[in-house]
């Protein structure tokens, strides 16, 4: 499986990081040699095993329906890139 | 599973000689009634001021981990006993990833593959018949914050207290054929969740939100067409009105020659129409895994057992109690169990009097009084109790049925009790035999001429008679007795 | 009396209940060393006048049942901590304040302790030698211009250069295990849901452990104490009864089963390393233990499916530094072009990179042929140490395939820096607990780590069987304060 620059163009916009052309083939190249490592997986007949999606040796806690988070407001905005006391503020979403 | 009688009117978009069946599917999104949210202990009131109700967890700060709600898988599991369906006991929880200003985390909690609810039905109850709707499955989810874009005319404002509330995603299987089937199945649905206190419906308030798969196919045609996503109605309204421009368009499509593209619309209530979102090439890769923060939900068979044992009487079964205990019309036992405020009233009322009275009391004066003071059931001016009251009254003979319709409106005002107002205005009927034949024998005496006309075939003057004796009496005659007698000495 | 920096944790914990030291004399012998240490660049943040007044407040109305009274530690600045800088080693959080703590170092809280500072590691826990920070690589205190390890680079370089008396990291893939291994000390990795992960700035999810950092056995027995518990703000993390590790650790080992995994035997492995090895299985044996060769076949794949698990998990974990909430924000036309350059200038190349594949291996069409598929092997990896465990009660191993490397050796090839990881991997995977321990040093005279990996929950086993090789080792990291004039 290559890697090629349109899929790194196509993975940088669903990851959201944006990615000159000289980086984006630097790129292409460093997934491409891990791609080739990781590829040994391929040697493996897993068909009739079960995934393990959780190491943890516990059953899932349940918790119960109370409210113990007061308001902080300030708290919550207190490291927001933008000022504003009520509200975050991001640049317009173009629709 | 379609049930429709022969005269039911089908909802067909016909051009030249063509006719096109419309194939609906719904998703309805359901805020689910609980205290606090879903993975979070935040509260999930509605109409508080922004990011007031917002939690670390909330708002995804560095480190912040979910941990489940139980109630809201009970909320879960009672909705899909309501809509009998197949309880899983292991779900997943996945991560859907997906950028927005209002989500928070990047992702949102979902369930994709293993979802905490199968299959089920729900039963429409439409004018020709019951039709059975397919549910293919219920599962939970978060919901995600606002985003206010009109306040701000440069930036968009972003309000975290919604992020994070359980929603049950409930998706039908596209079993829904017309306009009055997607307002009957979201009525139902709403009914049986509010019957069940796990949503309370309101769609006011977004707590009841959907999106509509439309797509068209020639009647008779066995095969689906490509289907659009309109996302986001907010009323039932919006939802037939998307539908119909949708399916009409669809159609406009076809008959062109065209093929329809499988995209997600939005309904623009101002222009009336659908149009395509922008299309974001990668939108739809959300990258599904299970949440690595979280375990898999394994429900053991006790815990199911204890909410089936504790699901109250849903709308259906009401129904079917009311017909057979009451005997009531189908027509009748619809319009009372519906909405469950409406048959906890009717049940109160009919506990205590007649069950025919109070139906038609009910369904009539009383829905009339609150529909010109537009209020809900639960409002009323008129307590069950002093309802009955008046029903009792007038099974009794105390008063006539006349009468207690000018009594019904002096109630209304502070919730009067009726046999009070009966003994201050003196409004008690008349029916002592021998005070009516008083009544009467004056009035035929005074009244020779049309006796005798009366007498000699001049049927319709009966009516003047009883008028007479009625206001000799200021309406205080039992017209029954009126009748019985008057026929007596008349003939 | 030895220089206060050159005490063990546990003896000052003793001293200070005496009374024969106090905080503040502590906390200052500490803090100065560290000011003369900048050259190594283990501090991100320090927390020096605070950290101070909290000692000269507990010299004033001293609580001595405390695991940790008034201790002094600067702890990895993955931690949370209320009021205190945390940035994960990224300019994407660079002027980023909690206002909250994490379990872990609450616990710590809780015990007495005193956080003097943060310590710098690679950006969000991705990297083996603390060389992908945005706040510098920091030295090694073995010798100059040698990587520390990492990804807590940092938290081994102060500890080993005693600029704190234990420290805590987190080990996701090697993270505490391999940087112990490169500057001479110990460090463990509990298993996972021992320690919870709340507050804890998160990598790879599943992979993610919290752990202690400290010059020997007793100390990282005491500080396990302190920091493992069961946490419901975690909902991985485990509610088992936890020991007591300090009082019950002792050196008998007679009759312990100790596994040899034959996969480890890497091809091309120094000699030294293996020699290390064998010196290891003869302490075993000399000390009434008894060596078992075991089978762990599918060892060879533990690298790959962990890096597919851990970028999966990270790319999605990473998606909330996006500009909205707190954190670094760009200058975007509209939303999207925001989050692309935040992301994009906030972020590192080896972030990045990880973020990719992450991406890739969980996009459409791709999910069962990586992920899916790395999640089995990962089931056949753990069922392989479960067999292993009905046969011995412990495995040894080598901790690195190597000793520390220059700065800057592997940074163009991101595989070489990866095979690292080589046999540290495989326990995340399983889930299991670990230690590092020095045992030898290479012909440069550069520390190398034994590692004894034990059943879950099986800490005070491992903490055991380590304190009897370290007693038997008699291990002296050869450090000459190079970097302080």
């Given at each position: ?16 990081i ?14 491409n ?8 997986l ?7 095993i079960?995934?393990?999606t ?12 109370e ?5 902080i ?15 975050f503020?991001v640049?317009k979403?173009?629709? | 599973?379609d ?15 063509n ?53 809201c ?12 369906a ?5 779900s ?17 909690i ?7 609810v199968?299959?089920g039905?729900v039963?429409l109850?439409?004018?020709n018949?019951e ?24 930036n ?18 596209p ?31 977004g707590?009841?939100?959907a ?7 020639k ?18 309204k ?5 539908i ?6 669809q159609?406009?499509?076809i ?21 395509s979102?922008?299309?974001k ?9 299970p ?13 199911i ?13 009401k ?27 009717f ?7 007649d ?26 001016p ?14 009794k ?18 919730d ?19 005070e ?31 008028g007479?004796?009625?206001k ?20 | 009396?030895?220089?206060i920096i050159d005490?063990?944790l546990f ?5 200070i ?5 106090s ?8 803090i ?6 900048k ?7 320090e ?9 000269k ?7 001595f049942n405390k695991k ?10 993955l ?28 616990n ?10 943060k ?5 969000f826990?991705?990297?083996?030698s ?12 073995i010798s ?26 987190t ?10 291994s ?9 298993t996972?849901?021992?320690c919870?992960?709340y ?18 056995v ?5 500080m396990?104490?302190v ?7 975690d909902?991985t993390?485990?509610?088992?009864k936890?020991?007591q590790y ?5 050196e ?6 100790i ?13 030294e390393?293996d ?8 302490i075993?044996?000399?000390n009434g ?6 089978n ?7 690298l790959?499916t ?13 998606a ?13 036309e ?6 692309e ?35 089995k ?18 495995i ?47 012909k ?18 491992i ?19 190079w970097?302080?004039?």
């Open positions: 499986m290559t890697i090629d620059l349109k899929t790194v163009k196509h993975i940088s916009k669903l990851s959201r944006s990615i000159d052309d000289n980086k984006a083939k630097k790129l292409s190249d460093d997934l040699s891990i791609f080739k490592f990781i590829e040994k391929e040697e493996l007949d897993t068909e009739k079960e995934p393990l959780s190491i943890a040796e516990t059953n899932l806690k349940l918790r119960k329906d409210i113990k988070s007061k308001n407001r300030e708290d919550i905005l207190k490291n927001s890139p933008e000022d504003n006391k009520d509200f503020v640049p979403v173009v629709e | 599973m049930k429709l009688s022969k005269e039911n009117k089908e909802y067909l978009i016909k051009r030249n000689t006719e096109y069946e419309v194939v609906i599917g719904l998703e309805v999104h359901a805020q689910v009634l609980s205290e606090s949210k879903l993975f979070s202990t935040s509260p999930t009131k509605f109409g508080s001021e922004p990011n007031t109700q917002v939690s670390l967890v909330d708002a995804a700060f560095p480190g912040m981990l979910p941990v489940i709600n139980e109630f898988i009970k909320q879960a599991i009672k909705t899909g006993i309501g809509l009998n197949k309880i899983n006991k292991k997943i929880f996945d991560r859907k990833n997906y950028f927005y200003a209002d989500l928070p985390q990047g992702y949102q979902s369930q994709y593959k293993n979802p905490i199968g299959e039905t039963t109850d439409l004018p018949g039709k059975k709707i397919g549910i293919e499955r219920l599962h939970l989810e978060q919901d995600a914050g606002k985003s206010i874009h009109d306040i701000d005319p440069n968009t404002l972003v309000d975290l207290n919604r992020s994070g509330v359980a929603l049950m995603e409930i998706v039908s299987k079993d829904l054929r017309s306009l009055d089937e997607v307002n009957s199945y979201i009525k139902k649905l709403r009914s049986i969740m509010r019957y069940l206190g796990t949503c309370d419906g309101n769609m006011q308030e707590s009841l939100r999106d509509v798969n439309v797509s068209v196919r009647k008779g045609s066995k095969e689906l067409g490509t289907r659009c996503e309109i996302k986001n109605v907010n009323s039932i919006f939802m037939q009105m998307a119909d421009y949708e399916a009409n368009r159609v406009d499509v008959e062109e020659g065209g093929s329809i593209d499988q995209e997600t619309r939005l309904f623009d209530t101002k222009k009336n129409e659908t149009r979102m922008r299309s090439e990668d939108a739809h890769d959300y990258r599904y895994f949440d690595p923060d979280l375990l898999p939900l394994e429900l053991d068979e006790n815990f057992n204890d909410i089936k044992k504790n699901i109250p009487e849903l709308p259906d079964e129904k079917k109690r009311f017909i057979e205990k009451f005997k009531l019309s189908p027509y009748e036992a619809n319009i009372l169990v519906s909405d469950i405020d409406t048959s906890k009233y049940e109160e009322v009919s506990k205590n009097s069950v025919k009275l109070a139906t038609n009391w009910i369904t009539g004066e009383l829905f009339a009084l609150l529909n010109e003071k537009n209020l809900e059931i639960t409002e009323s008129i307590s069950s109790k002093n309802l009955s009251k008046l029903i009792n009254l007038i099974k003979g105390t008063i006539s049925g006349k009468i207690a319709k000018t009594i019904f409106e002096l109630m209304s005002d502070g009067k009790d009726p046999e009070k107002i009966v003994e201050e205005k003196g409004l008690k009927q008349q029916s002592d035999p021998k009516l034949e008083k009544i009467i024998d004056k009035i035929i005496s005074e009244n020779p001429k049309n006796v005798e006309l009366y007498k000699s075939g001049k049927d319709k003057l009966f009516g003047f008679f009883v007479q004796v009625m000799s009496s200021g309406g205080k005659a039992n017209p029954q007795l009126v009748n019985e007698i008057l026929k007596k000495k008349l003939n | 009396m030895s220089n005490l063990k003896e000052l914990v003793e001293k209940k005496k009374k024969e030291i905080s503040t004399e502590v906390t200052k012998a500490f100065d060393r560290s000011q003369k240490s050259k190594l660049n283990s501090y991100i943040t927390n020096f006048e605070n950290a101070l007044q909290k000692a407040q507990f010299d004033e109305k001293p609580d940790l009274p008034s201790i002094p530690l600067a702890v990895k600045d931690f949370c901590t209320k009021n205190i800088r945390t940035t994960a080693g990224s300019k994407i959080l660079e002027n980023f304040i909690p206002t909250y703590e994490s379990t872990v170092t609450q710590i809280l809780n015990e007495g302790g005193i956080i003097i500072g310590l710098n590691c690679d950006e826990a991705m990297g083996s603390n060389e992908t920070s945005f706040f510098g690589n920091v030295q090694n205190p100059e211009n040698l990587v520390p390890g990492g990804s807590s680079g940092g938290s081994s370089s102060a500890l080993a250069a005693k600029l704190t008396p234990a420290t805590i990291g080990d996701t893939g090697g993270s505490i295990r391999q940087p112990a490169f500057t001479g000390t110990v460090g463990l990795k509990p996972y849901g021992s919870s992960r507050g804890i700035v998160a990598f790879a999810s599943s992979l993610d452990q919290a752990g202690p950092m400290t010059q020997n007793k100390d990282c027995a005491l396990l104490e920091i493992s518990s069961y946490d419901n703000k909902s993390s485990v509610d088992f936890r020991g300090l009082k019950d650790l002792n008998n080992i007679k009759g312990k089963k596994g040899i995994p034959k996969q480890y035997r890497v091809d091309g492995m120094p000699k390393i020699e290390l090895w064998k010196k290891g299985m003869k075993i044996e000399d233990g008894e060596i078992i060769e075991i762990l076949p599918n060892t060879n794949y533990a790959p962990y890096y597919i698990v851990a970028p999966a998990e990270a790319s999605s974990n990473l909330r530094y996006d500009g909205v909430k707190y954190g670094f924000r760009s200058k975007g509209n939303l999207i072009d925001m989050y350059k935040t992301r994009s200038e906030g972020f590192g190349d080896e972030v990045k990179r990880r973020i990719m594949i992450g991406t890739y291996v969980l996009s459409s069409g791709y999910y069962d042929a990586y992920y899916l598929k790395a999640q092997v990962r089931r056949l990896i753990k069922n392989d140490f479960d067999e292993a465990y009905k046969k011995v009660d412990a040894l191993t080598p901790s690195t395939p190597s000793s520390a490397f220059k700065i800057g050796e592997k940074t163009n090839d991101p595989v070489s820096m990866y095979l690292n990881d080589i046999f540290t991997v495989p326990i995340n995977l399983a889930g299991l607990p670990a230690i590092s321990i020095p045992a030898g040093h290479d440069s005279g550069y520390p190398l780590g034994l590692q004894v990996i034990g059943k879950a929950f099986d800490e005070q086993n903490l055991n069987i380590a304190y009897s090789i370290e007693k038997n080792i008699n291990f002296k990291n050869n450090i000459n304060d970097w302080i004039n």
